[in-house]
Each structure stands twice: as C-alpha cells, then as structure tokens.
C-alpha cells in the first residue's frame, strides 16, 4: 500500500513538475489555436460578405440590362470589376458584357471582354464555353486563323457537337473543304439524333461545291 501511495505521490508531483515547466506553451499554444479558429471564421465571414455583396451588384446589373440601360450596366461591371475581381460574379458580368457588344457589332470589343472572362475562369466548363465564343466572335470578324487557334485551346470532347460545327464553319472560311466536310461529320456523329438538319446541309452544300469544282 505504501508503494502505491508512493507511487501515486510520485506520479502527482512528476504531472506538477511538467505542468510548471511546460504550462505556458500549453497556454500559449492553447491561447494561438483559439485565434486561429477564431481568424478563419472571421475570414469565412468576410468572404461570405464579399460574395454577397458580389451577387447583389451583379443582380443590379442584369436589372439594368432588363431595363435597356446598356450604360449603367456597363457602368456596374466596372465597378464589380474593381472591387470584386476575385469573385465568379465578375466573369459572368464581363460574358454578359461581351453579349451585349456582340449584339452592338463591337465585336474588338466583345473580344477583349471574352479573353479577360476565360484569363479569370476557374471553373474549367466555363473556360471552355468561352473559349468557344471567343472563336465565334473571331470567326465574325473575319479572322479564321484566329477562331481555329481559340477551337484548338479547347480539350479534346469539350463540347464535341457544337465545336466541331463551329470548326467546319472555320475551315470553310479557310478555304479547307475536305477538312470542313470531315469537321461536320464529326459533329453529326456527336450530336446523334439532335443534330441539327443544318450540319447536314452544309456537308451537302460541301459536296455540290466539290462537283462544281471538279
């Protein structure tokens, strides 16, 4: 019995002797994991308010367009684009921006607004629906070489249907039929049963022009 007493004792003054030699960085360690729990919800708090803040002007936005003020629309974006780079809302406000300069016949412009919308996109579904209008917009303008280097930053299957159409109506405008013809098929193959009946009337307008040409 006395051994365990002694034993207890021991163990006791052995558990003091740690606790006044180490107590303090208990504390202090104790005292850094409270702010660090504390810091990360006050920074999940700040971003949570950011990206509601975010929202909401973006939510302005639209209410501007839906109302034919282009220019307070405009005016918005800016503002998003300043304050709320960071946040996904700036993208879409910019995509919407290009819309509405397509829609203007500003399309220097629209483009400009598309590579900063797919330089900013994190979301990799998004990159490659911009991507894919930044090549229509090319293709607009003329610039055929342009619209195929902007197809080609797409992955492989990123929208097989609709970019392989787009494709062949580049490779027209580059004056590369057969490529066009083998673009178009893919595209019909893709799509299946949704194709549109306009794929398949453009790879026959590609085998009348072939028969002219012969």
Do not use: C
Request: aromatic share 6%; no cysteine; charged share 25%.
């Amino acid at each position: 019995m006395a051994f365990e007493a002694y034993d207890d004792y021991e163990q006791s003054e052995r558990v003091q002797q740690w606790l006044r030699q180490n107590g303090l960085s208990i504390v202090v360690g104790i005292a850094i994991g409270l702010v660090g729990i504390f810091g990360w919800q006050q920074w999940n708090k700040h971003k949570a308010g950011h990206e509601a803040e975010a929202a909401n002007l973006y939510q302005q936005i639209q209410a501007a367009v839906s109302s034919g003020k282009a220019d307070g629309a405009d005016t918005l974006t800016e503002q998003l684009l300043k304050d709320y780079t960071d946040t996904p809302y700036a993208m879409f406000a910019v995509s919407d921006r290009a819309q509405r300069q397509v829609q203007a016949n500003q399309l220097d412009k629209a483009v400009e607004s598309l590579n900063w919308a797919e330089s900013h996109a994190d979301n990799a579904e998004l990159k490659v629906l911009t991507e894919m209008r930044i090549a229509q917009v090319l293709l607009a303008q003329g610039k055929g070489a342009d619209a195929l280097a902007a197809l080609d930053r797409m992955p492989p299957k990123s929208y097989e249907g609709s970019a392989q159409e787009l494709r062949g109506d580049v490779l027209v405008k580059l004056g590369r039929p057969d490529d066009a013809r083998k673009a178009y098929e893919a595209a019909k193959s893709a799509l299946g049963e949704n194709a549109p009946q306009s794929v398949q009337m453009k790879i026959d307008d590609l085998a009348v022009a072939g028969k002219q040409g012969a």
